[in-house]
């Protein structure tokens, strides 16, 4: 389950209402905000740049503890039968939102005899149960949660029985739904536009399992530790497409108009990953090996598809040779499906995607990252979490974890070792940002809720202790544990210390003392370190503190490090230290006070940091240390410290070979600088980032030069990334209106959200009655990400054109969509952001009494509104 942000969208809302910049520190605190804003991967963790708004995280406070009763503990589920095979016949009442199911289920006991079976099946109508292939109705007791089935004998352990139930599932027609911010809605199968009435909307079904909610829609043991092979009939109209797990065996035409699709899983794996698919798909095809790859996506985007899924059977290929296990299952299929309730989702052999994945790829081009490490994060779940199964929700991080840690692993692989390791950064500010308190144990068997579990603990903390345990044992160590762990336990489910012998099995070490820290325990390191420089005894100092505090903490981690020593030339010397005290201070011969000491020399600990180097410290550590973080802290805490020096120390920084860091650097240049602009001339032209020409662009676009028209011109025409066509186009807006406004009258017709974004802003900053055809034409379509912008240009050129008739017609429009229920939240919001901003304005403005107005028309949509996330953010406005 990749869950991104909070949902995506919540997460956007977040960094669409951040306004406050954080201000610089004089010390380095680990890790640091990243320049550009970073979409974070799971639960708590805000899409984010440098402005970092109050984050309030929604999960149910724990349960107060009894002193005198037992400690609150979440077991992993108790077998009575083992589930052994599933198959099941399903069609679909549309209109109602029904599925009218048959399913047979072979069981046997799992150990003790019994008479009886119980299983998960939530608000069906059942119609008949009986052993299979019988008439003979069986007894059973139903509470609308589960069915127990008297089986009229006992049966020992040695004998299977075979049970068919007949129902109608009604996931629409319940009193009340559950879910969490990491999947929004628990309903498990979910009909879109199933009337056909939205015509920009596909008719679609799919299925969203985890945590426990497939037996909303089939009758099955819903817990993680279950495994069986499954057989799908799923009957449609002829024109629809079906996905499931496993091969497509057959397809039948019926003589009523439908098909029936016949989907096979022949390998164990558990009911929570069973899925179904159903839509007008393209399909486009591909190969890994001998196996099928294949991707789902909207007709319009067929040709886009393997820019959707980038890089899918190097990935595949990469995986397999990297654990020295080959993919595991019959076939690869991926496809994105709409109003989806997560992010993505690690169905066996068939990963559902939100339509945040559903780029052109022309938009790929500019940024396909988020697309990158959601494709490598879903497939690793295909060994972590599909092939080798966490067994309670507690254990969660033995799925997430490694699915979170593979994006680091295949950045490494792929864009090199500073790309992962700014990822590295911004997963461990993700986690940092969501455990102020200390946070709770990795493994957690007390929470309160298991929706809770998918948080920033399972995901980041858990692929960052991977990363720490990598650094501890060496990379062959690593590897050949995880391959270990991978064949004793396949096709099984696991709990944690199952992992740690692993590792002790391959390296012949007592790993305890690691996983009881870092995987059982709460918390992480707070450290503060001091230098010193003893010149009669030829003595350097290092001190290091532990000063974190909290329930359930541990108080003092033992942390074995890495220290680089540089002298004045930079010649550098390692020394391994092993921190064991809540403070410590280790000493250092050296012939010369050292030019630096670079604690975490690897920079792989996860921990709170304030280091106390010098300017000058600093500014040695960027251009001598190796590690992204090593110049990228260097940076950050000499712009907060000392702007004279990072300045200067950022005429070297903007040659760097990292694109990010060069953006970073063009935050702390001096702009008067002539040697500085003419470099960021020369960047705007010719750097082989696209960002980081993007950002240079901006830069120039501010200086209203014509020396620069030039460099705008170039960036309009068609065959430049997205990106560089926006701030060239601002550019030459500011130089060469009538130009400007010919350029975009060409790009009008471009689907992209961010060419969409670019036109708006424009026509909002230059108004004309002529560009309300613009507007029109997107906004009853405009949805997701490319909504917030939008809607945004949308009010300030409504203020600006200065139109009254416009100016009622667009406020009615505004209104109407803010209070349509029935629309995405991502419009929702938007629309009632754009209506706030209107009003704020208008009252800058000093025209009190439209803004009054318009701010009842908010207060109305405040009032109507029901979702308790975008009320509250409507608060903040």
């Known amino acids: 389950m990749k869950h991104i942000l909070a949902t995506l969208c919540a997460a956007s809302l977040l960094l669409y209402l951040a306004c406050t910049p954080k201000t610089g520190k004089s010390v380095a605190e680990t890790p640091n905000p990243p320049l550009e804003p970073v979409m974070y991967d799971t639960i708590g963790k805000p899409e984010m740049g440098e402005d970092v708004p109050e984050i309030v995280f929604d999960f149910d406070e724990p349960a107060a503890i009894n002193p005198d009763s037992v400690i609150p503990y979440n077991p992993a589920h108790t077998f009575e039968v083992d589930l052994i095979h599933t198959k099941l016949e399903i069609s679909f009442d549309w209109p109602k939102k029904r599925a009218n199911g048959k399913s047979t289920l072979t069981m046997k006991p799992w150990f003790y005899p019994t008479d009886r079976v119980t299983l998960d099946a939530k608000n069906f109508d059942i119609h008949s149960v009986t052993f299979d292939g019988k008439t003979e109705p069986l007894k059973y007791d139903y509470n609308n949660e589960q069915i127990t089935i008297a089986l009229g004998r006992s049966y020992t352990r040695n004998e299977e029985f075979k049970v068919t139930i007949t129902y109608t599932a009604k996931p629409d027609e319940r009193e009340s739904y559950g879910g969490s911010n990491a999947i929004t809605s628990d309903k498990g199968l979910y009909f879109i536009n199933p009337d056909g009435s939205d015509k920009e909307k596909p008719m679609q079904i799919w299925t969203q399992g985890e945590t426990e909610s497939n037996s909303f829609w089939m009758p099955t043991v819903d817990k993680p530790n279950e495994r069986c092979t499954q057989e799908m009939y799923i009957t449609v109209a002829d024109k629809f497409k079906t996905l499931s797990n496993g091969l497509l065996i057959s397809s039948k035409k019926n003589t009523d108009g439908t098909r029936t699709d016949y989907w096979k899983m022949d390998k164990p794996h558990a009911p929570y990953l069973f899925m179904m698919a159903i839509g007008e798909f393209a399909v486009v095809k591909d190969k890994w090996r001998n196996i099928d790859v294949d991707y789902y996506v909207e007709p319009k985007f067929e040709k886009d598809a393997r820019a959707i899924f980038p890089h899918t059977p190097e990935m595949i290929e990469f995986f397999s040779n990297k654990l020295n296990y080959p993919y595991p299952w019959q076939k690869y299929a991926q496809v994105v499906v709409r109003d989806y309730v997560s992010g993505a989702m690690e169905n066996t052999s068939a990963v559902i995607f939100g339509e945040f994945m559903q780029k052109t790829t022309e938009e790929l081009k500019v940024d396909n990252e988020i697309n990158e490490k959601v494709t490598a994060h879903e497939l690793f779940h295909h060994w972590f979490g599909d092939l080798v199964t966490t067994e309670s929700w507690a254990n969660l991080t033995l799925n997430e974890g490694f699915a979170n840690y593979s994006e680091y692993l295949w950045f490494e692989q792929k864009h090199g070792r500073d790309k992962a390791d700014e990822h590295l950064m911004n997963e461990q500010m993700g986690y940092l940002l969501s455990a102020a308190d200390g946070g709770h144990p990795l493994i957690h068997y007390g929470y309160n809720n298991r929706e809770d579990m998918f948080d920033a603990h399972s995901y980041n903390k858990g692929g960052c202790v991977l990363h720490m345990l990598r650094n501890l044992v060496g990379d062959e160590a690593f590897f050949t544990s995880l391959n270990r762990y991978l064949k004793k336990h396949e096709y099984t489910e696991v709990e944690v210390d199952e992992l740690r012998m692993a590792f002790e099995e391959v390296t012949g070490q007592d790993l305890n003392w690691f996983f009881n820290q870092w995987f059982v325990g709460a918390g992480h390191p707070v450290l503060e370190i001091s230098y010193g420089w003893d010149e009669i005894a030829k003595k350097a100092a290092v001190t290091i503190t532990q000063s974190q505090e909290g329930k359930d903490v541990t108080r003092v981690f033992n942390l074995p490090l890495a220290v680089d020593i540089y002298d004045e030339a930079g010649k550098v010397t390692r020394q391994n230290i092993q921190v064991v005290k809540r403070s410590q201070t280790f000493f250092f011969d050296a012939p010369s006070k050292p030019a630096l000491i670079n604690v975490d020399a690897d920079k792989m600990l996860l921990s709170a940091k304030t280091d106390y180097h010098t300017a000058e ?261």
């Open 617 to 877: 410290e600093w500014a040695f550590q960027y251009r001598h240390a190796p590690r992204f973080r090593d110049r990228w802290d260097a940076l950050e805490n000499l712009q907060a410290t000392d702007i004279d020096l990072a300045s200067a120390l950022a005429k070297d920084a903007i040659k760097d070979p990292y694109g990010p860091i060069r953006m970073k650097a063009l935050t702390v240049i001096d702009p008067s600088d002539p040697d500085v602009l003419a470099a960021v001339e020369k960047m705007a032209e010719n750097d082989p980032d696209n960002k980081v020409r993007s950002m240079c662009i901006e830069h120039l676009a501010t200086k209203n030069d014509a020396r620069y028209q030039a460099i705008f011109e170039k960036g309009v025409s068609p065959d430049q990334p997205l990106n560089i066509i926006g701030p060239s186009l601002q550019g030459l807006m500011a130089l060469d209106p009538q130009a400007a406004i010919k350029v975009a009258k060409g790009l009008e017709s471009s689907e992209s959200g961010q060419i969409i974004e670019v036109l708006t802003q424009l026509y909002a900053q230059s108004p004309d009655l002529s560009y309300l055809g613009y507007f029109e034409k997107h906004i009853n379509q405009i949805d997701g990400f490319p909504a917030f912008p939008f809607f945004s240009n949308f009010a300030k050129y409504l203020v600006n054109l200065n139109d009254p008739a416009t100016f009622d017609n667009g406020i009615v429009k505004l209104k109407t969509i803010a209070m349509n229920l029935e629309g995405t939240i991502f419009r929702r919001f938007s629309a009632a952001k754009a209506v706030s901003d209107i009003a704020k304005t208008l009252q800058a403005q000093g025209d009190a009494t439209r803004a009054e107005s318009i701010l009842k028309i908010f207060e109305a949509i405040k009032s109507n509104e029901t979702d308790p996330d975008l009320k509250n953010y409507y608060e903040q406005f």
